[in-house]
């Protein structure tokens, strides 16, 4: 218990470099989860980025095999996989079970090339459960322009997006581009996976992609407040995790859910005392 509340050690670790650049990154990281995070449950898209998270892994397992930049990797398999489900269309009734064959087929191929590589285990661990020596100014570099760009993205397309994710049937019937858009912004969900890989890991990005925006949801139905309070929670689960993983040396992505769930049971209670209070 001492060791994973030193108070002592966490402070002067939170002095070396790579954990101040770990630290910005997941600022950055929760500020583009919390913004996409509701539009991901409004359009019932849980599933697909649980999916898109394990192609993300093969990319990223490819790119550790082969000697490439890790990150890169990642980004490359989750917009093929994006792109695959995104091309899906959401009137098949058989639209979950592809997923579900894509996430295996994804999985599967991505432990292989672990199996494969024959380098640092922690390199294999990291990919899977995240790692914050991963980080370094050069790749948040890299991320915060990836964010940029899907922010100058979301800013052109979010009202029609927003309209088509609450009631598409009558966006479509008032000739908005629905598909399109629904490609576009599964794009836009690949590209926060993969950036999301190298801190929390593949396995688990649905606390930092789902977890807030469903939290949020429970409390409020306006959608500017929704956002705003899901970015709120991104950004204490992913700081959060951080800092409470650095004295013990534990995954990141441990503290990242526990901190996101034990928000999402608060919420959960909050919107279960109002009906009562109702009734």
Known sequence: ???????????????????IAAIVAAAVLGLLAGVLGPLIVSRNMVFAVHGTSELALT???????LGWDIGGGALAGSIVAALVLGLLSRKNSDYDSVIGVVLSFGLGVG???????????SN????????IVGQDFASIALLVGCVVGVFAVLAVIYRPLLFASVDPEVARARGVPTKALALVFAVMVGVATALSVRTIGSLLVLALM?????????VTASPLRVTLLAVLFAEVSAIGGIILSLAPGAPVSAFVTTISF???????LISRSRRLTRA
């Open 262 to 268: 034990l928000i999402y049971v608060v919420c959960w």
């Open 124 to 131: 294999k661990f990291g990919l899977l459960t995240g790692q």
């Open 59 to 65: 990319g990223g397992a490819a790119a550790l095999l």
């Open 1 to 19: 218990m001492d060791k994973i509340f030193d108070f002592a050690q966490t402070g002067a670790l939170l002095k070396v470099d790579f954990v």
């Open 210 to 218: 789902v977890t807030p925006a469903a939290a949020a949801c429970r």
């Open 111 to 121: 432990v292989l090339m672990l199996w494969l590589y024959r380098g640092r285990a």
